[in-house]
């Protein structure tokens, strides 16, 4: 097909002519027709159409057309935008020059699609972008930054993220600062963050974040701080606060805590009214620590009704008497039926195996 039939056909009203049509540009790399999908992108109706013709730009040579694919960046359809992100992410290295020359954009919502596009292309030539871009006047800008920049792991980014912490009012940028530290902190930035955010008299808005870097980046020296969040009133962070708990303890191998929070552990194992997840997570504390009577502990937890407290209670007590457990194990067989005795066969041959 010739270079007019094919503009004619990209105009067709029938969906199936413009599939053949796009499907023509890309096997004879009609470079030349580029101008034409990009201006039919915007106007397609069909998303099979649409899907195509973004393959085909991502195939072809659209370099020249870089400043066409940017105006994607403005449009009011976020399929449009993204097909701008996904365009100039194929281009790798080839589209950062571009894509960094034009990020002082007046649109601070195109700024952050640019940013979208750098980190796309693959490219660690956009790491000086996203630093630059922690400077940027718009939060939703810095926040895209700071996110990026934790998930690749940039720690020379660590001290500008830490300085706009302390220095931001903005409670969604600080959020993405808090949760990238997950990323990049080590203890003092712990801290220092606790200090700023005044302890355990934080705002609740900023917990779980919080909870969640603890978990991640401190030690033995922080457990008094999540120690004093674990009580009636913080049931609502009960995963978070006792999950970062026992990661501690794991990580700097703890196995004692005061009285009081060992007693609460216990408890929180036995209490009914908890789900299954938060008991097994008090469960797992409980496991780790150096306490009088723990097998009997444990085998009373494996009488529980809750098959996943009694599965995972029956999985601890193998680790402190084998035996016992498959004892317990085929008595609980003789009764049990459907997905229960599926779940203890299978535990029974694992525990078989050790």
């Given at each position: ?29 009609a470079d030349e027709l580029i101008p034409e999908l990009i201006a039919a992108l915007r106007k397609e ?310």
């Amino acid at each position: 097909m010739d270079i007019q039939s094919i503009k004619a056909s990209l105009l067709n009203e029938d969906e199936t002519e413009r599939l053949y049509a796009v499907e023509d540009v890309i096997s004879l790399r009609a470079d030349e027709l580029i101008p034409e999908l990009i201006a039919a992108l915007r106007k397609e109706e069909s998303r099979m159409v649409k899907e195509l013709i973004v393959e085909g730009l991502k195939l072809l040579d659209v370099s020249p057309h870089f400043a066409s694919v940017a105006k994607f960046f403005e449009s009011t359809d976020a399929f449009i935008r993204n097909c701008a992100i996904e365009i100039f992410g194929s281009k790798g290295e080839d589209a950062v020059p571009y894509l960094t020359s034009i990020m002082d954009h007046s649109d601070k919502e195109v700024r952050k699609l640019i940013l979208d596009s750098l980190v796309a292309t693959g490219s660690k030539y956009c790491i000086p972008a996203l630093r630059a871009a922690l400077r940027d006047k718009a939060p939703n800008v810095q926040i895209t930054a700071v996110e990026y920049l934790g998930k690749i792991n940039d720690e020379e980014s660590l001290n500008d993220i830490l300085e706009i912490f302390e220095t931001s009012n903005e409670p969604m940028l600080r959020i993405s600062c808090i949760e990238t530290f997950t990323h990049l902190a080590k203890r003092s930035v712990v801290d220092t963050v606790l200090d700023i955010l005044g302890g355990v008299n934080m705002d609740s808005f900023y917990k779980p974040s919080v909870f969640r870097m603890v978990a991640e980046c401190g030690s033995r020296e922080h457990l008094p701080f999540l120690l004093g969040f674990l009580n009636n009133r913080n049931t609502l962070f009960f995963n978070e606060i006792s999950g970062s708990i026992l990661k501690i303890m794991i990580r700097d191998n703890v196995d004692v805590l005061p009285y009081e929070y060992e007693k609460y552990v216990i408890n929180g194992v036995k209490n009914q009214n908890l789900d299954s997840d938060n008991r097994i997570t008090f469960m797992g504390i409980a496991y780790r620590l150096c306490i009088k009577d723990k097998e009997e502990i444990f085998e009373e937890f494996a009488g529980e009704d809750d098959m996943n407290v009694m599965l995972a209670a029956l999985d601890k007590l193998a680790g402190l008497n084998r035996e016992k457990t498959l004892k317990i194990i085929e008595r609980r067989l003789k009764v049990a039926e459907g997905d229960s005795k599926e779940e203890l066969l299978s535990l029974r041959a694992l525990i078989a195996k050790q």
